[in-house]
């Protein structure tokens, strides 16, 4: 009976760091579909998602496809773990609002995030590149989380890190889909 309970919440706990949709690229994401599915706002992690962590710039490519996203009548946010700076710097430039430090996977930011657009948990997406932060943090909330491949480029040594213990959710995500 123990066994079993323990069982049940290991498949529970590791249902939380699956994102409802995983994709290769941001241009994989169909903004359609998400509609479909009712949503009105995304939040978007910034490092390796939209842009490098070592860089400043967006790809003009990767900003053409954001400013399509606005022009179709989503909220965006950005919810960063980095600084005020990189996220002001970004926020800035896309006119869109951001929220930094937000201590994922920890629930504040994404909820401050909410409050900034007026929108409500089943309305939200969440693009991240990250399990632990991102996924996490999103799915603890009950947003429709979506994983992307990180882009490519020097990481911060935290995230390398957990780029190794990523690869066995991703591998357990994988076979759990395979199998069904």
């Not at 009105?40 to 939209?50: R, V, Y």
């Not at 490098?52 to 950005?78: A, H, S, T, V, Y």
């Not at 009950?142 to 990180?150: D, N």
Request: net charge positive.
């Amino acid at each position: 009976m123990v066994g079993s309970f323990y069982c049940k919440a290991g498949n529970q706990m590791l249902s939380k760091l699956y994102p409802k949709a995983y994709v290769t690229s941001l241009f994989d994401i169909d903004p359609e579909k998400l509609k479909q599915r009712g949503i009105k706002a995304i939040l978007f992690d910034i490092d390796n998602t939209l842009i490098p962590w070592d860089r400043k710039n967006m790809d003009p490519e990767i900003d053409r496809w954001f400013r399509d996203l606005c022009r179709q009548g989503f909220k965006i946010c950005f919810v960063s773990n980095n600084n005020q700076t990189r996220v002001e710097a970004l926020s800035c430039s896309l006119e869109v609002p951001g929220v930094h430090k937000a201590a994922k996977p920890r629930r504040k930011g994404l909820r401050k995030a909410l409050s900034l657009l007026g929108t409500e948990v089943g309305e939200t997406a969440l693009v991240g590149d990250q399990v632990f932060t991102d996924v996490l943090a999103g799915n603890r909330l009950g947003l429709y989380t979506i994983l992307v491949r990180p882009l490519a480029g020097k990481e911060f040594i935290g995230t390398r890190i957990n780029r190794q213990l990523e690869k066995l959710v991703l591998r357990r995500m994988r076979k759990k889909l395979g199998s069904q």
